[in-house]
């Protein structure tokens, strides 16, 4: 019974992980359109000032609209990190969940899983998947050679 419940909640949380890695973009975007050449980076859009936070609204206000918004994940804490590029004033600022900051280290893989948890999962997928192809594998032998094995009747 355990390991049933297990496998939902590894299902459940891989179908959240797609939906939410959908969403990307902060919600105060509006319009961007994704590079064709680098990763997570909207070029071409407007922001909706209402849902900027205070430092954003700050940084917008003094530098105006960026030329491209990067997404990132803050390394340890997984945490959204925006980069507003600015290319003629070759100048870019960062913010962790709406607060701007000077540094952070950051990991262009957006999921909001640690590597460690991605590859747990990734086993535990490729297990739950090798364990459910022998089980039908066997389940559709006993189907086809169920009379020739004696398990019919």
Wanted: net charge neutral; charged share 25%.
């Amino acid at each position: 019974m355990h390991r049933i419940r297990q496998s939902h909640v590894t299902v459940l949380t891989v179908v959240l992980s797609v939906l939410v890695g959908c969403t990307l973009q902060a919600p105060y975007m509006r319009g961007w359109d994704l590079s064709e050449n680098i990763n997570n980076r909207w070029v071409g859009g407007t922001f909706d000032e209402k849902k900027l936070s205070s430092d954003e609204a700050a940084a917008y206000k003094e530098l105006g609209m960026p030329d491209a918004v990067r997404f990132f994940r803050a390394l340890e804490t997984r945490q959204r990190v925006y980069e507003w590029v600015y290319l003629a004033r070759e100048r870019a600022v960062w913010f962790v969940e709406g607060k701007r900051i000077d540094y952070v280290a950051v990991d262009a893989e957006p999921s909001a899983f640690t590597k460690e948890t991605r590859e747990t999962l990734r086993d535990k997928l490729t297990t739950g998947g090798i364990v459910g192809a022998a089980v039908g594998g066997v389940a559709a032998g006993a189907l086809l050679l169920g009379d020739k094995l004696g398990l019919k009747d």
